[in-house]
């Protein structure tokens, strides 16, 4: 079955400090994604990825950078978290082609302290 | 840009009545269509798609239609469950791979 996992589950981090999510698929997808979703709202693109070494830039790129150095692991880093950045974030994976649906992680909660 | 409108944040019922969550968009062409249920604690998960005018999408139970002339693909579900609670989304997709969601629905089932 089709699997996408995200580490950590949860986090705590200090404004300011730096902060790196983790994601890894093996349904040898080439789209890889990364949303955040705050507390009654929904899901907002903030960068993604068709290959390896290339990342995109999604509806809500400021203050984050993303990673992609295999088709396996795409990675969202804060450089300079910030307390708006609390949120739950959660990675996509997903076969090219419009007609097909997205796999999502379980998430990862992060609070901005 | 392409976009998705949900237009109910939240829909309450009562064990066996009938649900329809209304969700309409704006595409060029014949993007895929979809609607995706999240659970608490969990990512969301695909429940069906449609890829066409006139094609009916469903899965558990649930079920929606292809509407290109209204721009719409309304959920619907005739007898909700308890176990039916959950967040609905509906997405699209478009033909440069672009994904597009809803703000979702909170669906509050009473027993």
């Known amino acids: 079955e089709a699997a996408v996992t995200q580490s950590p589950r949860s986090k705590v981090a200090v404004t300011g400090g730096k902060v790196t999510l983790s994601c890894h698929q093996t349904?040898?997808?080439?789209?890889m994604y990364w949303y955040r979703q705050d507390t009654g709202h929904g899901l907002r693109l903030i960068h993604y990825s068709y290959v390896a070494d290339s990342t995109e830039k999604g509806d809500i790129p400021d203050g984050y950078k993303a990673s992609r150095p295999s088709q396996e692991n795409f990675s969202l880093i804060l450089e300079l978290a910030s307390l708006s950045q609390t949120a739950v974030y959660f990675c996509?994976?997903?076969?090219?082609?419009?007609?097909?649906?997205?796999?999502f992680g379980p998430g990862t909660r992060l609070t901005v302290l | 840009g392409d976009s998705v409108t949900q237009t109910e944040g939240q829909v309450a019922l009562s064990e066996e009545d009938f649900l329809t969550i209304h969700c309409n968009y704006s595409?060029?062409?014949?993007?895929?269509l979809f609607w995706y249920v999240q659970y608490p604690g969990e990512g969301p998960q695909f429940l069906f798609r449609a890829s066409r005018d006139k094609e009916k999408g469903s899965s558990r139970g649930f079920e929606a239609t292809y509407n290109k002339e209204a721009t719409s693909f309304h959920l619907q579900k005739a007898s909700v469950q308890e176990s039916d609670s959950a967040v609905y989304y509906c997405?699209?997709?478009?033909?440069?791979?672009?994904?597009?969601f809803g703000d979702g629905t909170q669906l509050v089932v009473k027993p």
């Open positions: 996509a994976s997903r076969r090219t082609g419009a007609s097909y649906e997205q796999y």
């Open positions: 349904n040898n997808h080439d789209y």
């Open positions: 595409a060029s062409g014949y993007p895929a």
């Open positions: 997405a699209l997709s478009d033909y440069n791979n672009r994904i597009f």
